[in-house]
């Protein structure tokens, strides 16, 4: 069973910043795809960005400049440096692992940002 353990969210105001971060339980290979979804009020759950093992990223257009994903591959930990924050960023923001034996999800982080 993998475990995901998020942290970092809270309430930010517009134009602000916040840093989660996100490690998978010992014993999952550093050789998987790792990233950021989130899910607003009413909305479907989104990608917010992905990042391979090997630092390939992939971004939503909504956070493109704005979002940086990064990991740490011998701490089985991946990042989200969330920038110039909007209203329509707040979300619960879930973290996510692809393996051989199949998704896997964090229990999730809330992100409000206010104006």
């Known amino acids: 069973q993998v475990q995901l353990v998020e942290s970092g969210g809270g309430l930010v105001q517009a134009g602000g910043s916040l840093r989660l971060s996100c490690t998978a339980s010992?014993?999952?290979?550093?050789?998987?795809?790792m990233g950021w979804y989130r899910q607003a009020p009413g909305k479907q759950r989104e990608l917010v960005a992905t990042?391979?093992?090997?630092?390939?990223?992939n971004y939503a257009d909504s956070v493109k400049g704005r979002f940086l994903i990064s990991r740490d591959n011998a701490k089985n930990t991946v990042y989200l440096q969330t920038d110039s924050l909007k209203l329509e960023d707040t979300a619960v923001y879930y973290c996510w692992i692809g393996t051989a034996r199949g998704a896997y999800w964090g229990q999730g982080t809330q992100v409000t940002v206010s104006s």
């Open positions: 010992r014993g999952v290979d550093n050789i998987y795809p």
């Open positions: 990042i391979s093992s090997g630092g390939i990223t």
